[in-house]
Structures are given as C-alpha cells and as structure tokens.
C-alpha cells in the first residue's frame, strides 16, 4: 500500500484491536487506493483517509426484555453511524448472536461506498444486536424490539439516520421497530424506517431488490463480454431474504439454480430450485432447509460440508461474511464457474478473492452487487416524503436503471485506472472518490 495508506491502516490496527471483520473491510478498499492518492493528493492532506475510517458516532447499548417465561434477558444493542457526507445514515439492523462491535464496523464502513455507488443521496451506517430472533415467540420478539427502539429512538429520524432490515430483521420486526418509535415520538414519521409493510409506507420491490440486484448485476457482467445467464448453472447460498430473490431472479432470466443453504447443510435440487416450495418453508413455515427435501423428494439434503463443493457456471454467496474461503474458491474453479457475485456482505475471503480473480473469473464485489437493497430503501424514502405509491413495474425499472449504472460506473472507473473487468478496484474508487470529494466539500467535520 502507499505510504499514506500504511500509516492510516496501522492506525486503524491500534485504535479498534480485534476487531478483524473492520480491519479485513478497510484493508480491501485501501488496497485500491494507491493510484487514487497519487492522482488525488488533497485527499491525503485533509486526512481524508483517517476521517473516512472513523464513524462519526458509535452508539452501545444495553436491551433488557422479558421472555415468555417471565425472565429477564439482557442483550446489547449498536449503532454506527459512519458517514453522513452524502446524507443521513442509511443501513440495516442485524439481529444475530455473531453480532458485536467490529461486525457492525465492518457492516457500516462497505455501507458508506455502498451508498454512494447508488448515486442516491444516502451516507452510511449500521447496527443490530447479539438476539436472537430464532426460537422465539412473536411476543417475544415484540418485547425485545420496544425496547431496543426505547433507546434507539433518539439517535434516528428521516433527517438524521434510517435504519431498515438485515440478517434477523425482516417485516415483522420493522414493523414492532416502527410502532414503538411513532408511540414514543407521536410522529408518523414513515420515512424513519424502511422496509416497511406495504400498507403502511413500504415499497413495492422493496422485499426482492436485494436478491434481484445481485442477479441484474451479474447479467450486466456477462453481457459485457457478451454472455448471458440464460442456462447458466447457478448455486446460491443462503435461503433468506437475499437468496430467494436471487433465485427468482435468476430463474427468470433462464439460469437453473440447483443449489441453496442454510446453517444446518444445503440442498441440492437438479430440477431447479422449487421457488414456491422453498418460500413456503423459510417464509411461512419459518423451517429449515431439509424441510424442503421431504416435499422434494428428488433433492438432497447435504448436513455441513460446502455448498461450494457443486459444480456450477455462477456463483452468488448471498448468507453470511466469509463463507467462501480461498479452498471453496478452489472448488469452484474446478467445477467450472465463470462469474461470482455477492449477494451478502463480504461473503468471500480476500485470498479468494485474489485466487478467482487471477483465474480470469468474473467477481462483483458486494458493496455494487448488493446495492440494489438499499438503493430501493431510498427509493421508498422518496415515496413516503412526496406521501406516494408506486407500482411495482415503475420500481423494478428504477431498481434495473440503478444497477446498471452501478456496473457501468465500476466498469469505466476500473478501465480509467488501468484494470478493465476489475470490478473490485472500480467498485472501491467510485465509492470512495464520491464520498471523498463531498468530506472535502464539507470542510473539516
């Protein structure tokens, strides 16, 4: 890395210690950053770099709840607030027992060029907590998000910071989330939450952007090497929210996916994934994934080992931060893929990431391939500020015009800088240099 650089990491090393998510997080950005510097010294002279690794505001807090059995649990509740240069912080909530500060840094951090690679008016933040939602009773549920929101409350607002949905969070709890804050507020203030019920402020399209971004974005990559995802072999991980969007989306393009997961093992379907069974048993039945091979009987439940290990043509890791590492990247390789996308956070290692791209793979890094989530966040935002509906074709055409400017926009700053097809430093520069030039904008905040 560049001088700069070097000094700024170590910096970051000593001030957030263990924290290896963040450090893995600053270190993929900063490893694209040399030429940008050398072209941008004024980035360097008003520390840009410093400030963009420091959040404006980090907020932790203590979330006491009773459960059904009338005890008292305790949680932690965070909030970062990264980055509000381009506008109020927008990210998700994530309810997870992995949760801690680090992982919300990191979260935050990929959100804030996330953000700005949307072109949307929206900076960067995150949060969540170490609950649970798995196992316990709507009730339950309900309790736990009073009062996180009993708390959050005064650090949010449409003007300030919008928090929406992740790992954990999903309608249900946006929707606990919301009613507590407009109680303790007296304020329908709808646009202070996002993914929201569609009878009350929420988008359509707001539920599959996620997922079907990913999907337009790895079209959008093959078609420029003039290539497509029709009859493409696909494997997907995850069965959530992201995955089973992914997998509409690419089944509507043509692909067959043969593949999803989820912490117990994944499933193997030659068929095609059966979208409607699938959806019944993570949406509505709350199950497990070898649920659907006893509906299924022609699919294979495969309890641990790596859904990586299935030959496929794409790959879109849409569950967790690094579940594939360099040996699943190897994997891949020999099975034949042409093009990983990611659909979750920070889902492959950086040696993965290195051995896929010196292979000559397609790789669409989650801060532009994921967007397509946060960027239908924003467009909610409009809706509830002009008190607005709009149909569902009218979003998923703003949502399809967004991500092809994400990728067009990787695409020329990578072929600017001298590494066509390299969407890993175009993604990195166009998000830092929008962000950057408004910091300088602002002055010294």
Known sequence: ??????????????????????????????DSLGPVLRKNPQYADAAVLERICEPERQIIFRVPWVDDAGRVRINRGFRVEYNSALGPFKGGLRFH???????IKFLGFEQV????????????????SDFDPRGCSDGEVMRFCQSFMTELYRH????????????????????????????????????????????????LVRTEATGYGAVLFAQEMLKARGESLEGRRVAVSGAGNVAIYAIEKAQ?????????????????DEDGVDLDLLKDVKEVQRGRVADYVDRRPRAEFVAG???????????????????????????????????????ANMPTTADAVALLQESGVLFAPG??????????????????????????????????QIMVSIHDRCAQTAEEYGEPGNYVLGANIAGFQRVANAMLALGIV
Not at 2 to 25: I, M, N, Y
Not at 252 to 268: I, K, Q
Not at 370 to 387: F, I
Not at 394 to 399: E, G, I, N, P
């Open 252 to 268: 509507a393009l043509g692909a067959r996916v043969v593949t999803f997961s989820d912490s117990s093992g994944y499933v193997v």
């Open 156 to 203: 949010i607002g449409e003007y300030t910071d919008v928090p929406a949905g992740d790992i954990g969070v999903g309608g249900r709890e946006i929707g606990y989330l919301f009613g507590q804050y407009k109680r303790i507020t007296n304020r329908y203030e709808s646009a202070v939450l996002t993914g929201k019920g569609l009878t009350w402020g929420g988008s």
């Open 1 to 30: 890395m560049d001088t700069a650089l070097d000094t700024t990491f170590a910096q970051v090393l000593r001030r957030s210690p263990g924290e290896v998510e963040f450090h893995q997080a600053v270190r993929e950005v900063f």
């Open 113 to 128: 060029f996330k953000n700005a690679l949307t072109g949307m008016p929206i900076g960067g933040g995150k949060g969540g």
């Open 305 to 343: 080992g790596s859904i990586w290990d299935v030959p496929v043509e794409v790959a879109l890791p849409c569950a967790t931060q690094n579940e594939l590492t360099e040996e699943d990247a190897k994997s891949l390789l020999r099975g034949g893929v042409v093009a990983v996308v990611e659909g």
């Open 97 to 103: 027992p992995s949760v801690n500060l680090g992982i």
């Open 367 to 400: 801060k532009a391939a994921n967007a397509g989530g946060v960027a239908t966040s924003a467009l909610e935002m409009q809706q509830n500020a002009s008190r607005d509906s709009w149909s569902f074709d009218y979003t998923a055409d703003r949502l399809t």
